[in-house]
């Protein structure tokens, strides 16, 4: 039997409509969100958060080089999109969407809190130098299986899918309660096609539900 865990990735304010960082549609993944909690309720799956968290000088912010927001760069030696500031420790845009029901939350994992390096996945900075709590919770609790939806597509919901399986979990994203940044048109596409040819299986809400 499989344990599976139900991780939410960003669903943060400044993703969403007004946002900082708004990602298009980014507000629709927390319906999709809400009725999976509540599936997930029903069946004793734990389920967790992400919270993008950065230090107000965070090197990823474009304010912090004199560069255009969305231009690229380097931040001590990795390749770097520069984003305007967004998701600052203990702000309003660092908090979960207020419609999510973010009681059902049991453990929050946050994420980007050195300066100088950026993390998109919620298990490991950008350059696999330090790990977040995620990896150690979920092997506590045997949980081999993991439920994956969020923002954004192409950053962090990515590269926390190719981690997670990296890691050797079995990995099921739901497309639909994922929205990207598309910085270039097909990045969501293109995500979506890199997560499902390094091992993840992508289902619609519907046909997740259907499935089980
Ligand atoms: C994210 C860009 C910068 C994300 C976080 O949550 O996908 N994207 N920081
Ligand atoms: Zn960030």
Redesign the pocket.
């Known amino acids: 039997m499989s344990k599976h865990a139900l991780l939410l990735v ?1 669903i943060q304010n400044d ?1 969403c409509a007004g946002g900082a ?1 708004a990602v298009p549609e980014g507000d629709s993944t927390v319906e999709v969100a809400n009725t999976l909690i509540a599936w997930c309720q029903a069946r004793q799956i734990p389920v967790i958060a992400s919270q ?1 968290w950065h230090p107000a000088n965070h090197g ?1 912010f474009a304010s912090q080089h004199q560069a255009a927001p969305f231009s690229q760069g380097q931040l001590d030696g990795l390749a770097q999109t520069f ?1 305007p500031d ?1 998701c600052v420790q203990h702000g309003e845009g660092a908090q979960l969407h207020p419609l999510l029901n973010q009681q059902a939350i049991v453990e929050v994992f946050h994420k ?1 809190e050195s300066v100088n390096i950026d993390s ?1 996945s919620a298990f490991f900075d950008n350059g696999h130098r330090q790990e977040t709590r995620l990896n150690d919770w979920l092997r506590a609790r045997q949980i081999d299986t993991l439920i994956v939806l969020g ?2 597509t192409d ?2 919901v990515k590269f926390s899918v190719l981690d997670a399986l990296q890691l050797g979990y079995a990995v099921n994203v739901i497309t639909d309660g994922c929205r990207g ?1 598309n910085l270039q048109p097909q990045d969501s596409a293109q995500a979506f096609m890199d997560m499902a040819a390094a091992g993840a299986t992508l289902y619609t809400l519907d046909d997740w539900r259907e499935s089980q």
């Open positions: 960003d993703f960082l993008d990823s984003w967004h980007g998109y923002l954004a950053y962090c940044v």
